[in-house]
C-alpha cells in the first residue's frame, strides 16, 4: 500500500515570492508520482507527473518538482508566485505494477497555498 | 479537446435515495475512474473501470457500485445514502496503458 504525507496543510507567501510544498511518500514498490491543483469549486488539474528518467520536472504554470528517491519525496516548486496560484494542491502516488494499488492515485491532504499581495 | 465532463452539477438526495452520476471520458481514453471528496476525509479512490470490466475497489461498502458502458462513459450509482454520503465525486479519465488521470470538474451530493 502506498501514503503520502503532506507537510504543510497551509502556506502563506506573498506575490512574487518563491514557494515549496513538501510532500513525502511511502511505498513497497515503485511508485509514478503527481502533483494536482484545485481552485474552489473545480476539479482537479494535473499541474505535472514523474514517471521516469530525470528527477526533476517541469510542469504547467511555472512549476517543477524533484523526485528524491533516497528521501522518498517530491517536493513542488515555484519561484515566483502569483495570486492566481492560490489554490489547494495535491500531491498523489500511484502503484508503478499490478496489486491491490494498481490503478489507483492515493492522495495527501492537501495543502492550501495563499498568495497574499 | 474536450475533457472529462460530469452530470449533474448538483444534486440533492433524501437519505435512503438512489443517486446516479454519470462521467463522460476524454475521447480515445478507455479507463475511468471515481473518487469521493468528502469534508475532512480528503480524496479518496472508488471504483476503477476499464474497457467496460471494474479493475480496481476502493474500501467501500457495496451500496457504492457503477458500471462502464461500450462508449467508456461511466455511471456512479449509490445506493440507500447516508448523510455521510454527502461530499464532492470526482471522475477521471485516463488512455491506454497511461498511468496519467485527468478531471472532470465534479459532481456535489447532498444527503438531506
Known amino acids: 500500500a502506498q501514503s503520502v504525507t503532506q507537510l504543510d496543510s497551509q502556506v502563506p507567501v506573498f506575490e512574487e515570492a518563491p514557494v515549496e510544498l513538501r510532500c513525502n511518500y511511502s511505498?513497497?514498490?515503485?511508485?509514478?508520482l503527481f502533483w494536482y491543483v484545485q481552485y474552489p469549486n473545480q476539479g482537479l488539474q494535473l499541474l505535472l507527473k514523474?514517471?521516469?528518467?530525470?528527477?526533476l520536472v517541469k510542469g504547467i504554470n511555472g512549476f517543477e518538482a524533484e523526485f528524491n528517491k533516497s528521501q522518498t519525496s517530491f517536493h513542488l516548486r515555484k519561484p515566483s508566485v502569483h495570486i492566481s496560484d492560490t489554490a489547494e494542491y495535491f500531491c498523489?502516488?500511484?502503484?508503478?505494477?499490478?496489486?491491490?494499488?494498481?490503478?489507483?492515485?492515493?492522495f495527501g491532504q492537501g495543502t492550501i497555498l495563499t498568495v497574499h499581495p | 479537446e474536450a475533457g472529462v465532463t460530469q452530470s449533474p452539477t448538483h444534486l440533492i438526495k433524501t437519505r435512503g435515495q438512489q443517486a446516479t452520476l454519470r462521467c463522460s471520458p476524454i475521447?480515445?481514453?478507455?479507463?475511468v475512474y471515481w473518487y469521493q471528496q468528502a469534508l475532512g476525509l480528503g480524496l479518496q479512490f472508488l471504483l476503477w473501470?476499464?474497457?467496460?470490466?471494474?479493475?480496481n475497489r476502493g474500501n467501500f461498502p457495496p451500496r457504492f457500485s457503477g458500471r462502464q458502458f461500450p462508449n467508456y462513459s461511466s455511471e456512479l450509482n449509490v445506493n440507500a445514502l447516508e448523510l455521510e454520503d454527502s461530499a464532492l465525486y470526482l471522475c477521471?479519465?485516463?488512455?491506454?496503458?497511461?498511468?496519467?488521470?485527468?478531471f472532470g470538474p465534479g459532481t456535489r451530493l447532498t444527503v438531506t
Open positions: 473501470y476499464d474497457e467496460g470490466e471494474e479493475r
Open positions: 514523474y514517471l521516469s528518467g530525470s528527477t
Open positions: 511505498s513497497s514498490v515503485s511508485v509514478y
Open positions: 477521471a479519465s485516463g488512455g491506454p496503458f497511461s498511468y496519467e488521470q485527468y
Open positions: 475521447s480515445g481514453h478507455t479507463s
Open positions: 498523489a502516488v500511484s502503484a508503478s505494477g499490478g496489486g491491490t494499488s494498481y490503478g489507483k492515485l492515493t
